[in-house]
């Protein structure tokens, strides 16, 4: 399905800026833009454009209270620095599945105050030596990258999950020793 489309079939008869969120996986872009896509969606806080055909986000709308950009499974392999100026309260950016190879195509990334989560799996930069305290160096603001911590604690599912931390978890125990943690 096109994108403009299916943006049109996500409104249902809403105007853009009572959009929250708006998944558009698996739409066909033409020529890597997200057609339909405008800063008219101003309120949008979750934006979903995996396996779209991405091969950047300069054709992003200003989308100033943006909080969740899910971009995996697409071709960017670079550009980030427009979204500090397009998204600049982004706190979840997922970047896995692309073509970022090196640490200087996600170091514009730190212009983005609020960053608290980069997903980078699958991606051939995670296969730098060092990569994830490199990432953690160059990216101070974040406090999980693909999924996990500093100290390799796992991320919450929601932000909810987060008070239940203290709790005793029987389950969670006897998964660890099971894959061998």
């Given at each position: 399905m ?8 996500e409104?249902r008869n809403?105007?853009p800026?009572d959009v929250?969120e708006l ?7 033409n020529e890597?833009?997200i057609?339909g896509?405008?800063d ?8 979903s454009?995996?396996?779209v055909?991405?091969t950047t ?8 209270k943006l909080?969740?950009l899910?971009?995996?499974d697409?071709?960017i392999?670079?550009?980030?620095e427009v ?10 950016l997922?970047?896995?599945?692309n073509?970022?190879?090196?640490l ?6 730190k ?5 608290k ?5 699958n991606?051939?930069v995670t296969?730098l030596n060092?990569y994830?305290d490199?990432?953690?160096k160059?990216?101070p603001q974040?406090?999980?990258l693909d999924?996990y911590d ?9 932000d909810g999950?987060?008070y ?9 125990d ?5 894959n061998?943690?």
């Open positions: 096109e994108m403009k489309k299916r943006i049109h079939l409104l809403r105007t800026s929250k998944v558009l996986d698996n739409c066909r872009s890597g833009k057609e896509l405008t008219e969606f101003e309120e949008l806080e979750f934006l454009t995996i396996n055909g991405l986000v300069a054709h992003l709308p200003k989308l100033k909080k969740k899910e971009l995996s697409n071709r392999s670079g550009g980030l979204l500090a100026e397009k998204c600049p309260n982004l706190t979840h997922n970047l896995s599945g073509k970022i190879k090196d200087s195509t996600i170091g514009p990334l212009e983005l105050g609020a960053l989560s980069l997903d980078l799996f991606c051939e296969n060092e994830r490199n990432v953690f160059l990216l974040l406090t999980y999924g500093k100290d390799d604690k796992e991320a919450p599912d929601s999950e987060v239940a931390e203290g709790l005793d978890d029987d389950e969670d006897e998964e660890g020793e099971q061998g943690e």
